[in-house]
């Protein structure tokens, strides 16, 4: 190698390797302005800290009350700070509101509930709180284009009871099979399945009343058991048929739920519900009901979820006529049933689709000429999540009366959440 | 008959009595956790002298889990709730009035608030609403990410231990040194394999790494939901591409829970790699336990920050 090519190749040798080092270097300086944006964040967030705390100082300085006596409750970083600054509004309840909006084209002829128009179906008000360490006070207050506000809920659950129960009193939903039990707006569907809504009420029952819920103690965690017992007032939800109007006679109740981890991604429930009641205000209670109900949930992936759910409701009914004031009989079916069932598929995290098939016979024989026994219903439905708080969903549900005829309805629905906004268990 | 009676209920009375003996001698601290990883350091800490249980299972977004029955018997029956605090599980409210045990709800002797003693990250410095997504309005609840807040979560389990259960408070307190001296051994590990890449870029799906970023060194600032949990819409993940290509970022860092075909999408076009990360310990098989877990997510961070730069 000459002195000129040697001189050269050195040259290059130095020209690359500077260039080698570009990159590095400016990976340095990204990643020292990145350390200093990161320290800046943190220097914002102690300074925020420190304002906090000597915030809190000043509280118990003007309370007199000794730093230990706060210490378990204190908010300990800054990150509180956003909650904890109106230490008057933690004591508010929490509030929440759920709009149920109904689009609805019937080719039936009757003017039902929403037939052929856009509704408002149910506003909910939804109130909330602990009262204190032993019980807390729950309330939904609706509104609604097809009737006047109401209370739908107002009880109060009491916990610590003996034998680890839990109570609860006042207006409320009571623990009767799966569909009634829950809101409209965590329903699978847009409408309530059919033998729900003709022998328990058309939006489910819900009554004033005792309840007690407790686990059964067994000696195998495999299954849990779950027994619920209660009192209501007499009646049913509305245009149900199961029990009479009156609400002098108290109705009561027992469900009993079983429920499987087969798997950390399958589960299975199976229940049994008891229901006794009366149809008139007098002393005897003339209808007895059984309702089981049977559940599968299987997650295909975290995103894809199954679900089969199925309810159905004997009846024994100790009346085969009634004959009113005018002189006009009416003829019951003294064991009618029905039932339902219903698969639910979560495609993605923004869309489902599902179907629901529905039997019922009729408690009113009245004409006495049927068609058919029962009431079919068959119902498609896409579901769009749009996000947590809001989803809409699209239905079709064809009807094959058991008095004859049959009907087609699209239902379109608008569900939406806003504040806080908490389901119990089921 | 009757002496066939008799002896049955002398019979019932020994073996309620042998049991309960059994029960008094096997006596542990039964703890219940929202998530596996607090689960996972409750073990570490309390050794054999507690029994913990998870209520969410490892592969389900922890934001979205639906209790049931059996985890409501098991809160129930806790000594000690241990949970995320903050607004990370909204199902923990609806899962303690089910359970209705008093003694592990909010502020009782029974109830362990992890998020104490963590300098929160993205606290909001506004007022929030609906309108900016499903935000979190005391800041990003994903600390455990962070193996540095892995220590103080730890020793807040120990003191919390040590508090209940006196007696056995040196083994925790043991337990504690121990796990400590392991992960700052595993700590300076990682950040050596990680401190190349000081100062680089991922994009992520859900914002849900910050504390891990930090620790890493790293920055992620865009992802694949346009707000927080709102779905990536076509429109998000066209950015997202654009972002990719123009910044040439080398990874798409998700959780194994999110559906992962707009990633793919992204890498197919993009050469980006896509990066799944654990938050929780048993989410995948390699994520035994919380060191696991953490060098679980060093790795796949690795794999994809000594990838070639997208062209």
Redo the contacts between chains.
Sequence with gaps: MTPHRLTMTMIGCVLGSQVAWADPMTEEVSALRHDVQQLTTTVQQLTTTVQAQQQRIAQLEQSGAKPSQMASNAPTVAARQPAAASFSSAFNPEIGVVADILGQRSSSSQEGDGNDKLSVREIELVFGHPIDPYSRFDSTITFSDFENPGVEEAYITHWGLPGEIKAKLGRMRPKIGKASAVHGDVLDTVDEPLVVSEYLGKEGLFRTGLELTGFIPAPWTAVTHELTVGTMEGGVGEGGHLFGETRRRPSFYTHLKNFWDISSTTNAELGATYLVGSKDADARYEVNAVGLDATLVHFVTPANKLKWQSEAYLQDRKESFSIANDGTRTNFNKNPWGVYSLVDYRLSPRVGIGGRFDYVQPVDLTPVTKARNADTAWSGYLTLYQSEFSRWRLQFRHTDFAAGGDDNTIMAQGTVAIGVHKHQLQ | MKRLSLIWVAGLFALAAGSRDARAAEKRLNVVATLTTFADLAKTVGGDQVSVSAVA?P???PH?I?????D??RV??ADLFIHAG?DLE?WR???L??A???SV?S??PGELDL???????E??DHP?S?AE??IH???NPHYWTDPENAKIMAKTIADKFSAVDPAHAQDYQQRLQQFTARLDQKMTEWRSELAPF???ELVGYHNEWPYLM?FA?L?MDKFLEPKP???PTPKQVEFIERYVTEHKIRGIAQA????QRAAHAIGQHTGAKIVLLCQSVGEVPEALDYMAMVDYNVRQLLGALRTEAAP
Excluded: C, H, W
């Design positions: 299972a592969q389900f977004n979205f639906e209790p049931k029955p059996s409501v018997l129930k029956r903050l909204l409210g609806p899962l009035d089910a209705g045990n008093t709800m502020g009782q998020s104490r003693g963590i300098t929160l990250l606290v909001p929030v609906r997504g499903d309005i005391y800041g000081r100062g680089q930090r060194g920055r949990g709102i779905p194994t829970y999110y559906p």
